[in-house]
């Protein structure tokens, strides 16, 4: 049917559920918590029928369920699985001996397998998503989420959500090792921008060459893609794949549910980025996707050479206390801590109010994150989805 990881997951929170108290935890108070594929599979949790009455809040960073990446036609999803099979040289007729077969191969086969779908350097970067399925007894998701939130069915939780300065920088830091790839998106933007813009599984295709072009002029005007337009390239890919989405969950959810809804952008330059994965020299590039893991957890395993500034540290111990006490109270700024002192408000729906992190010492409230570019990707006609979320907002 689909959504199998998902719901390996519910299993997961369900073990701890009826576990949690042996090791001291309070069985009553699980919060889940995800980054980017991660956050969305956290909002995820908020929405399903399996995983929503064991949950008390959730945290989605820099992704949620409602990301154009985190959702696919149930018909795309099996039409790859099947492709994905024959290129591991399984049975493509008979379900049962496809999937044992599939059973059987290594990740690394499948994950080098899933390359016959790339059409433009990476992308599509995701192959498999979570799909809408039949209605059953088990099923994950039946509803499309958009649905769920609007007809009041998700967990009426606390949420905490948001996104770094610079998300795309991280894929634009891909794109630009190699120019070809970037001569070729620019010459052939109508094609490719949809699967660069992880769009193209949830756009009408027959939209794709508009789309493209209003895509194209609002962050380029009739600038090539180049050195020149790096950080432009970087700003629309970053809202394109986190800035949208996190616009359209905050509205709605501020909008549909009793519980508050708490937003917040990273944009804490430290001494070291992911972005060092894919370039040798970060200078050039901002507070790129996950930067704000770094002060959340123990990333020593992927940034082995990293060494905590005296202002890293700080920053951690910021975010490490803002983070728990969502989890412990469902308020990231209680009244029970004066150790942090600019309170996070949750959003209200006419401000779109948001906490700034700049550094431990600068720290604001502010309004209207990136209203122009978010109002323009509302107004952005990609599916009949898109027309869904501008009719509820």
Not at 290 to 310: A, G, M, Q
Request: hydrophobic fraction near 35%.
């Amino acid at each position: 049917m689909g959504n199998e990881g998902l719901k390996d997951q519910v299993e997961a929170l369900k073990w701890t559920k009826e576990n949690i108290a042996k090791f001291g935890g309070d069985p009553e108070n699980i919060i889940v918590a995800g980054q980017s594929a991660g956050g969305a599979s956290a909002h995820y949790h908020m929405l399903s029928p399996l995983s929503r009455d064991l949950i008390k809040g959730v945290i989605a960073q820099s992704g949620t369920a409602l990301a154009n990446w985190a959702l696919m036609p149930h018909f795309l999803n099996a039409r790859r699985g099947k492709a994905l099979a024959g290129n591991l040289g399984c049975d493509t007729y008979d379900i049962e001996e496809m999937m044992t077969c599939l059973n059987a191969a290594s990740a690394r086969d499948i994950i080098k397998g899933t390359e016959i779908f790339y059409e433009f350097d990476r992308d599509p970067f995701i192959i498999f998503k979570p799909v809408i399925e039949p209605v059953y007894p088990e099923d994950f998701l039946s509803q499309d989420p958009i649905e769920i939130i609007t007809s009041g069915k998700a967990a009426d939780v606390p949420l905490l959500t948001g996104l770094t300065t610079d998300e795309g920088d991280i894929r634009t830091t891909m794109l630009y090792t190699d120019m070809n790839f970037v001569k070729e998106l620019d010459a052939n933007f109508s094609d490719h921008g949809p699967m660069f813009l992880m769009l193209a599984d949830g756009i009408y295709y027959r939209n794709r060459e508009v789309i493209a072009s209003e895509v194209r002029k609002f962050y380029l005007g009739d600038k090539p893609f180049d050195e020149s337009t790096r950080s432009k390239v970087s700003q629309m890919f970053s809202d394109a794949a986190v800035l949208t989405t996190e616009d359209v969950t905050v509205e709605l959810h501020t909008k549909y549910s009793r519980k508050p809804v708490y937003y917040y952008l990273f944009g804490y330059k430290g001494s070291a980025s992911f972005c060092d994965q894919f370039s040798g020299d970060t200078e050039d590039f901002g507070v790129c996707h996950s930067d704000d893991l770094l002060y959340l957890f123990n990333c020593e395993s992927i940034l082995p050479d990293y060494k905590p500034t005296e202002s890293d540290e700080k920053v951690t111990d910021l975010m490490t206390t803002l983070w728990a006490n969502f989890a412990k109270y469902g308020n990231p700024t209680p009244e029970t801590d004066s150790s942090i002192h600019v309170k996070w408000e949750p959003v209200q729906r006419q401000k779109q109010n948001y906490y700034f992190i700049k550094s431990d010492k600068d720290v604001q409230m502010a309004e209207g994150l990136y209203s122009e570019r978010a109002e323009f990707w509302r107004n952005l006609h990609l599916n009949v989805r898109t027309k869904m979320i501008r009719d509820e907002l």
